[in-house]
């Protein structure tokens, strides 16, 4: 817990409940504040779809940038899975849009208001967990399910000496069993790194003022460089949230084509 | 790290109100509105490739029509030309024929004329013979007193002339 005058940076990724729910599974289910924050994306994503649900023959800038986005996921799949990846993109869709809106949400300075703490969804490994495991079982339905045995042809790439088989299949198999931690961790990681990253340089801020003197220079340079970080973690946001697509759809590839 | 010295107690209630946003996300929005929003990308993509089509049609029909206007009307010169060259050919001919009838209607009436004109001639000098033989016997007779018969002065007055 934060001490008076001191901000703890870790303090943001609490989870906290706002009412107690059931018991399901020996699990307590309460409403917390991580579910609120999803549920104000889930809300936002909505609105943000129906702008694009006019379905004008002439787009407003609003059906513009919903089809864009669509069109956007569209692109990744053709061009990572081909025509057979169609099937995917409403999971793909699904992911993209999520995480954006998770991660823009979490930047938005809704702190400043007070009573309000912002929530980044996406800097739980708890969900970024669940979504790359959903991912990840996806590739292995079905790759198992189209391919049956000849899915493990994965790990044995084209023109491997024979002598070579056993070790390149187990680093394969190691590479191919990691991937959903790397997926999840990626996000959490990049997501956790700039939350904490500005939190540390607004403590900066209001230690220098406290000293009070000629350290307004520190508090000042702190404030620019919370603001470029804001806009690098801005970039991230996007960036974070098309390579979890990306590979997402580069992994169902591997098991929708083998090869 | 809330996110690990939590992660057994709210794991649960995570993935809970994860799958249901999720849930809703992928059946609700993913599955139900993009569908239709690809929808109307594709037909305006394809309403935007007829258009272009049909505008090409319009084109395509546009020069030809131009095109046969085009041959229509050289074909509608030249035949008129043709036709003022016929007719120009058909008015020589028969200005000159008129021509050469004309020249021997004129040339008959000329001859007649001429043929009218010696008979008269001949028979104005006859008469003139006549007429000078009876006044040469006259003057005859006067002058000498000789009696010439006319036979006589009339063989006079042809050899006189």
Sequence with gaps: MAEPGKI??????????????????????????????????????????????????????????????VGFVDNIIATSIGPNGKKYTPWVFTLFMFILFSNLLGMMPFGIIPGIHPFTVTSQFTVTGLLAAISFSIVLIVGFWKHKFHFFSLFIPHGTPVVMIPLIFMVELLSFL??????????????????????????????????????????????????????????????????????TSLYINDAENLH | MPQISQLLEVYGGQFFWL?????????????????????????????????????????????????????????????????????????????????????????????EADAELKAAKTAALKEIEAVAAEAAQAIVATVSGAKVSAADAKKAVKAAF
């Design chain 1, 8 to 69: 703890d940076p870790m303090h943001q990724f609490e989870v906290q409940p706002i009412f107690d729910g059931f018991t399901l599974f020996g699990q307590q289910i309460s409403f917390t504040n991580s579910a609120l924050w999803m549920l104000i994306v889930l809300g936002l994503l909505y609105v943000f779809m129906m702008g694009g649900m006019k379905r004008e023959l002439v787009p407003g800038r609003w059906q513009i940038m919903v089809e864009g986005v």
């Design chain 1, 178 to 247: 990691v991937r959903p931690f790397s997926l999840a961790l990626r996000l959490f990681v990049a997501m956790i790194a700039g939350h904490i990253l500005i939190k540390v340089f607004a403590n900066f801020v209001i230690q220098a003022i406290d000293a009070g003197g000629a350290s307004w220079l520190v508090a000042l340079l702190s404030i620019v460089f919370i603001a470029f970080v804001s806009a690098l973690e801005l970039l991230v946001c996007a960036i974070q949230a098309y390579v979890f697509a990306l590979l």
């Design chain 2, 19 to 111: 799958l249901i946003v999720i849930g809703i996300i992928y059946f609700g929005i993913a599955r139900n509105m993009v569908p239709k929003i690809s929808k109307t990308v594709d037909d305006r993509q394809k309403r935007i490739t007829d258009d272009l089509a049909a505008a090409q049609g319009a084109q395509d029909r546009a020069e030809q029509i131009e095109t046969n206007y085009r041959t229509s009307i050289n074909d509608a010169r030249a035949d008129a030309v043709g036709n003022v060259n016929e007719a120009k050919a058909k008015a020589a001919l028969k200005n000159e024929a008129a021509i050469k009838r004309a020249d021997a209607a004129i040339a008959k009436k000329a001859d």
